[in-house]
């Protein structure tokens, strides 16, 4: 019950290592707090908390704060190689795409953000439909094949590259402690042909991808479903993304630890050492 308790506490969702202004609320994955503070926190004494919090985990679970890691995919664990924009050009221009980068990344940035009324989630199975939408909205250029060299171009180890050079060593040390480790993304199903062609695929226990599980980040459903295919409970999790709304808040609703990828932590070495793995 004790462990329960502090572990909702911790992830209540409205604490962030930000105060909000004129707010006495203040936030980070590491505060305790019976009711709400009367006054913001200094840095240093939100630091303690965190120490506190974590030194509360090892004692749990023998030196580490966390059972299991859920890992974001792009923006976290990998990103693309070049620009969107410079990539959507420079394969678009036979295919008679005249559109600048500038234009095409405006047209992007408004396509995304369109509703997608076509089906509850953006990514269903291949998400072929939606990213055609995306495709000939930011450049005008509907032609199919231009689609295809695209849409194939992002299932390449060409198109991406892992964020952090480290990572294979780290996961492969989180594992040997005893830590599962998983990737929860919104993605459609190229995910796991991209993992393979990365040469990735076989550092994680297991993957929760949106259009497999049909539940998109910030749902605490694929929060939860990752967690089911690790064998874990959620208060035994810490999840690690780019995305406050859909990783550090989703993950929170679901009842999992989540730190800021960029912000809380910025090294996946980092992340090992804050559960208690030495790499």
Not at 98 to 104: A, G, L, M, T
Not at 112 to 138: A, E, K, N, T
Not at 246 to 255: E, P, S, T, Y
Request: with cysteine.
């Amino acid at each position: 019950m004790m462990r329960t308790t502090i572990s909702k506490l911790f992830n209540r969702r409205r604490f962030s290592l930000t105060p909000r202004p004129g707010s006495p609320h203040f936030s980070t994955s590491a505060a305790v707090a019976s009711e709400p503070p009367a006054e913001v926190l200094s840095g240093p004494k939100i630091l303690g908390m965190v120490k506190e919090y974590e030194d509360y985990r090892r004692n749990l679970y023998g030196e580490l704060t966390h059972k299991a890691l859920l890992v974001d995919a792009v923006g976290t664990l990998v990103v693309p190689s070049q620009p969107m924009a410079q990539i959507y050009r420079q394969i678009g221009e036979k295919y008679g795409v005249e559109y600048s980068e500038c234009e095409i990344l405006n047209r992007y940035r408004w396509a995304y953000g369109q509703p997608w009324g076509r089906s509850r989630l953006r990514y269903v199975d291949d998400g072929r439909p939606f990213w055609q939408f995306i495709v000939s909205s930011s450049t005008g250029c509907s032609d199919s094949q231009y689609f295809e060299e695209l849409y194939n171009y992002y299932t390449t180890e060409k198109a991406w590259h892992l964020c952090d050079p480290d990572a294979e060593k780290v996961f492969k040390a989180l594992r040997k402690a005893g830590v599962k480790v998983a990737v929860v993304s919104n993605f459609d199903t190229r995910l796991r042909p991209l993992l393979r062609a990365l040469k990735c695929d076989h550092w994680f226990d297991a993957v929760a991808v949106s259009a497999e599980v049909e539940a998109e980040k910030p749902n605490p459903m694929i929060f939860l479903k990752a967690c089911e295919f690790l064998g874990v409970e959620p208060e035994d999790v810490v999840h690690v993304g780019d995305d406050r709304r859909n990783d550090v808040w989703g993950a929170r609703d679901a009842g999992c630890d989540a730190w800021l990828w960029g912000s809380d932590v910025k090294s996946f070495k980092e992340v090992a050492q804050r559960i208690g793995v030495q790499v």
